[in-house]
């Protein structure tokens, strides 16, 4: 005789069974997944990591200055800071004595990530906070170069999804989803086993650590990771994504929405692949991923995607400019923010934003999406003659950018120039996407933005249609993109008029 007793329990992410389980999940990984993740878990240390079984306190907790080429198993922590101030963080002259540092006040993240560690049988653990001089620029602007190479290396990455401060927890019980319900099976006074019943479409993870800039290539860089969301403790790695750590639950849903991107090729980690990596296979969803989350400082913009593009350049031989790639640049020009392209959206900006440069989408980050443009084969060709990036530390090279111009060659036509009836088509016809907000969506309308010192640009062709961008001519002579512009068959033949032109131009 079966029965049928729901438990109202809930759910556990810490004790001797989930230790357990995450480290058969990370030996596993390690030995067993050769083919799409790094083998490796002996690497070598960054410059600093904290000591997890330190003898020099009652705490167990020393920061340890890795040699040259030292080489062990480390964790890295990935977690929200929180507003300021934190009030635990190494500083210069704490690394200068080490008993002015107070290890009693660690906040609550990085105290569950040491007691995660101390279980996975990790000896080390590389806090941000902890392991850079959070007071010495120079300290900061080394150690943020090699961000990407630290996540990259670890072992395992810890994740406090759940937690939106420093000084929360991540290891509490979670309350079981009202989505879900474990079911126990008992038989002859007996129980079987234990199922859980839940809907057939989970959301996907959407924590505060989801919504983070500097936490985007943490994610996509980490071979392995321990995801600590609100739901369920779950499993990372290039084979398996989102699995949970205990077998009995499935919380999450494993299947990425639009724009989310779990996983880079694995050529990112070194392993062989028949396959050339394709840049424009996975840019497009890291430009819609990234440009949603949340930056604390505006130089952050460019350096916190730094460890990413510097491992596709690596691999791909293309050259990263300020947001977009050489030998893609049709397509890495052409993105449209998604907020202004909303026609019911609330006005903010009313006239063309002033960042610099006009064409990155890094400029001023704000949610876009890329468009789905291909090259001309022939005299319609857009190309790149040159270009110039100056950086605020020309010692990264992807780090924050300050200014920087494209020389283009491609058609050009001036708006006057196009006749009235074209331009005064509504869309889909003639679409206008501008990178600013305008006080009503009519005002997006084509016609409303004809001025001698306004151009189309061509990009290239998209179907039966074209793509070309929205320019300003400045007083100097150069040009700023306002906008892209998407044109069916019937506007295209503009670019057949005797007032199309190639010129070259300077795109700021």
């Known amino acids: 005789m079966l029965s049928f007793d729901q438990k109202n329990t809930q759910i556990s992410v810490i004790g001797k069974k989930i230790a ?4 058969k999940l990370l030996q596993e990984c390690a030995t067993k997944h050769s083919s799409t993740c790094p083998s490796g878990l002996i690497t070598r240390l960054p410059t600093r990591v904290l000591d997890i079984n330190s003898d020099r306190n009652s705490q167990g907790l020393s920061l340890h200055i890795s040699a040259a080429d030292e080489r062990a198993q480390y964790a890295a922590l990935s977690y929200c800071w929180g507003p300021p101030p934190q009030d635990c963080f190494t500083t210069r002259s704490t690394l200068d004595d080490p ?3 107070d290890w009693e006040k660690l906040p609550a993240t990085i105290k569950d990530a040491v007691n995660v560690t101390r279980d996975l049988g990790i000896p080390y653990l590389w806090v941000d906070s902890l392991c850079i001089a959070q007071d010495d620029e120079a300290d900061k602007s080394e150690e943020i170069k090699n961000m990407g190479r630290i996540y990259k290396n670890a072992a395992v990455t810890i994740a406090a999804a759940r937690t ?12 079981i989803p ?7 099976v008992w038989g002859n006074s007996k129980l079987n086993f234990k199922f859980w019943i839940h809907q057939n479409t989970l959301e996907g993870p959407n924590e505060p650590l989801d919504r983070r800039g500097w936490t985007f290539q943490e994610s996509l860089l980490s071979p392995r990771i321990l995801y600590y969301g609100s739901k369920d403790l779950v499993w990372k790695c290039q084979l398996k994504t989102f699995q949970p750590v205990l077998p009995s639950h499935d919380l999450y849903s494993t299947g990425p929405l639009w724009g989310d991107i779990y996983r880079l090729p694995t050529a990112i980690f070194d392993l062989p692949s028949e396959a050339p990596l394709l840049i424009m296979e996975f840019w497009p969803r890291i430009q819609t991923n990234y440009s949603r989350r949340k930056l604390g400082l505006a130089e952050d913009r460019y350096r916190a995607l730094g460890g990413i593009v510097e491992e596709i350049q690596r691999l791909t031989g293309d050259t990263y400019i300020a947001g977009v790639w050489k030998n893609n640049i049709v397509k890495t020009l052409a993105w449209f923010d998604t907020d202004t392209a909303m026609e019911d959206a609330a006005p903010q900006v009313t006239k063309p934003p002033t960042d610099r440069p006009s064409w990155s989408w890094l400029a001023r980050l704000r949610p876009i999406r890329g468009v789905s443009v291909q090259d001309f084969d022939d005299t319609r060709r857009m190309e790149l003659l040159s270009w110039s990036v100056k950086l605020a530390d020309e ?12 020389e283009l060659s491609g058609l050009v036509i001036q708006t006057t120039k196009i006749p009235a009836d074209i331009i005064a088509q509504k ?4 679409k206008l996407m501008l990178d600013f907000k305008v006080p009503n969506s009519g005002e997006t309308a084509p016609i409303n933005h004809v001025r001698e010192y306004y151009y189309y640009f061509l990009l290239g062709r998209n179907g039966v249609g074209t793509i ?6 400045l007083e100097d002579g150069s040009f700023i993109r306002l906008g892209i512009a998407s044109m069916t068959d ?7 008029m005797a007032d199309a032109h190639r010129m070259k131009l300077k795109l700021v």
């Open 395 to 406: 010692s990264a090279p992807f780090g924050h950018v300050e200014a920087a111009e494209l």
């Open 164 to 175: 939106p401060s420093v000084h929360e927890g991540f290891l509490e019980d979670r309350p």
């Open 490 to 496: 019937i506007t295209s033949t503009i670019w057949s």
């Open 178 to 184: 009202s989505t879900a319900f474990p079911i126990e």
């Open 427 to 430: 869309s889909p016809i003639f």
């Open 468 to 473: 070309a961008l929205l320019l300003q001519s």
């Open 99 to 101: 008993s002015k540092f």
């Open 20 to 23: 357990e389980e995450s480290r």
